[in-house]
C-alpha cells in the first residue's frame, strides 16, 4: 500500500491481494522508521467512514460495503470527503496499476493491469 498526503487529501493505491485481504474483512498496514520513531498507517472496514491519529499511526477507516463493492468490481477508486475541524478532508482508496513505462527497481508483479497498456 502506497500513501501520499498533499494539504488535505489522503491517497492510498493498494495492490491486487491488499484489496483481497480488505475484502475479507482484514487490515492493511504499513510503517517505515523516521529517525528512531515508526510512523505507520493501516487501512480496514468500518460501520462509518473515518480517520484517526493515535501514537504515530494513522487509521483511516472506510465504509464496509463500499470497499467490498468496490473490491469486486472494474472500479478505480473508493473518493469520499470527511468534514474536519480545518476543512473538509478528501480520501482516495484506489487500486495500484502497473506503470506504463518500465521501472527496473520496482517490483509490479501484484499491481493491476494497466487498462490503458493496450493502446
Known amino acids: 500500500m502506497k500513501l501520499r498526503i498533499k494539504g488535505n487529501s ?4 493498494l495492490l491486487q491481494s491488499e484489496v483481497a485481504t480488505l475484502a475479507e474483512g482484514g487490515i492493511v498496514k504499513e510503517s517505515t522508521s523516521l529517525q528512531g520513531a515508526s510512523f505507520s498507517y493501516q487501512l480496514a472496514a468500518s ?3 473515518k480517520v484517526e ?14 470497499l467490498k463493492s468496490w473490491a469486486t468490481s472494474e472500479d478505480v477508486g473508493i473518493y469520499s470527503t ?3 475541524e ?3 478532508l478528501r480520501i482516495t482508496i484506489e ?7 518500465s521501472r527496473p527497481n520496482e517490483d509490479e508483479t501484484d499491481n493491476y ?3 490503458k497498456a493496450s493502446h
Open 10 to 13: 489522503i491517497r492510498l493505491r
Open 86 to 88: 480545518n476543512g473538509d
Open 47 to 49: 460501520d462509518i467512514s
Open 95 to 101: 487500486k495500484d496499476f502497473t506503470c506504463l513505462t
Open 53 to 66: 491519529l493515535k501514537h504515530n499511526t494513522l487509521y483511516i477507516f472506510t465504509q464496509d460495503d463500499q
Open 82 to 84: 470527511l468534514p474536519t
Open 113 to 115: 493491469p494497466n487498462p
